[in-house]
C-alpha cells in the first residue's frame, strides 16, 4: 500500500491526503512531527535527503517528495489533470504560482502564529503579509471568472491553492475582501470525497 510521511498541519501534507480521499485510493499515513527534528535523522534522511515531508513511498520502494510533484503523478490519468495541452500548462501555472507568490507569504505567517514565532519575525510580517494579499488578489480577480482554477473543472491547481487558502485567516488574513476566492472556497469543499485539514484519513502507522 502507499505510504504518506505526513505532519498533520502542514497544508503541503493536507494537499496528499486530500486528493488521496479525493480518489478513494486507500493508503498509510506515517505522523512525523516536524517540530521533533524527526525529518533531520539518519532514517528519514535516507528516505529523503532533502528532511522534508510530504514524502510518498510506494512497495516497491520508489519515493518522491515535494507536494506539487506528487500531486501531479498522483493525478495523471485522473480528471484531476486535464488531458490538454493547454490546460494542462495552465495547471502547472498556478501550483507554480502557489510554491512561489503564495505559500511563501500566507503558510510562513500561519506558521509563526502556530509555533509563536511572530514576535521574534515581527519585523518580516507586514512584508509577509503585502505578499500574501497580493497573492489572494490575483486569485480573486482570476475567479471572477472562473470557477476553478484551470480549464473548466475541478484539478489539482485547486487542491494546491486550496490547502494553505482555506486556513489562511489562522495567519491572520481577512477573506472578506475576496468574496470570489470565499466562493470557490465553497465550491471545493463540496466536492466529492473532500476531507478536511483536521479529518484522519489514511491507515495511521507508527515511526519508525
Given at each position: 500500500?502507499?505510504?504518506?510521511?505526513d505532519?498533520?498541519?502542514?497544508?503541503?501534507?493536507?494537499?496528499?491526503?486530500?486528493?488521496?480521499?479525493?480518489l478513494?485510493q486507500?493508503f498509510?499515513r506515517?505522523?512525523?512531527?516536524?517540530?521533533?527534528?524527526?525529518?533531520?535523522?539518519?532514517?528519514?534522511?535516507a528516505?529523503n535527503?532533502?528532511?522534508?515531508?510530504?514524502?510518498?513511498?510506494?512497495?516497491d520502494?520508489?519515493?518522491?517528495a515535494?507536494s506539487n510533484?506528487?500531486l501531479?503523478?498522483?493525478?495523471?490519468g485522473?480528471p484531476?489533470?486535464?488531458?490538454?495541452?493547454?490546460?494542462?500548462a495552465?495547471?502547472?501555472?498556478?501550483?507554480?504560482f502557489?510554491q512561489y507568490s503564495?505559500?511563501p507569504?500566507?503558510?510562513v505567517?500561519?506558521?509563526?502564529?502556530?509555533?509563536?514565532q511572530?514576535?521574534?519575525n515581527r519585523?518580516?510580517?507586514p512584508?509577509k503579509?503585502e505578499?500574501g494579499?497580493?497573492a489572494?488578489?490575483v486569485?480573486d480577480?482570476?475567479l471572477?471568472?472562473?470557477?476553478?482554477f484551470?480549464?473548466d473543472?475541478?484539478?489539482i491547481?485547486?487542491?494546491?491553492l486550496?490547502a494553505?487558502?482555506h486556513?489562511?485567516?489562522?495567519?491572520?488574513f481577512?477573506?472578506?475582501g475576496?468574496p470570489?476566492?470565499g466562493?470557490?472556497?465553497e465550491?471545493?469543499a463540496?466536492?466529492?470525497g473532500?476531507?478536511?485539514?483536521?479529518?484522519q484519513?489514511?491507515?495511521?502507522v507508527?515511526w519508525?
Open positions: 500500500m502507499l505510504r504518506l510521511y505532519y498533520p498541519d502542514s497544508g503541503n501534507a493536507y494537499k496528499i491526503r486530500l486528493l488521496l480521499s479525493q478513494g486507500p498509510e506515517v505522523e512525523i512531527d516536524i517540530r521533533e527534528g524527526i525529518t533531520r535523522r539518519p532514517e528519514f534522511l528516505k535527503a532533502n528532511h522534508r515531508i510530504p514524502l510518498v513511498e510506494w512497495p520502494g520508489r519515493r518522491l515535494e510533484a506528487i501531479f503523478h498522483l493525478a495523471e485522473t484531476f489533470l486535464p488531458d490538454d495541452a493547454w490546460e494542462r495552465e495547471t502547472m501555472q498556478w501550483m507554480f502557489e503564495h505559500e507569504f500566507i503558510a505567517v500561519r506558521a509563526w502564529h502556530h509555533n509563536d511572530i514576535e521574534e519585523t518580516a510580517v512584508a503579509m505578499g494579499h497580493h489572494l488578489d486569485m480577480q482570476h471572477k471568472t472562473r470557477r476553478f484551470a480549464g473543472g475541478y484539478s491547481a485547486d487542491i494546491a486550496y494553505y487558502t486556513v489562511a485567516d489562522e495567519g491572520g481577512d477573506l472578506a475576496y470570489a476566492v466562493a470557490w472556497l465550491r471545493v463540496g466536492q466529492p473532500h476531507a478536511r485539514i483536521t479529518d484519513v489514511g491507515t495511521p507508527s519508525p
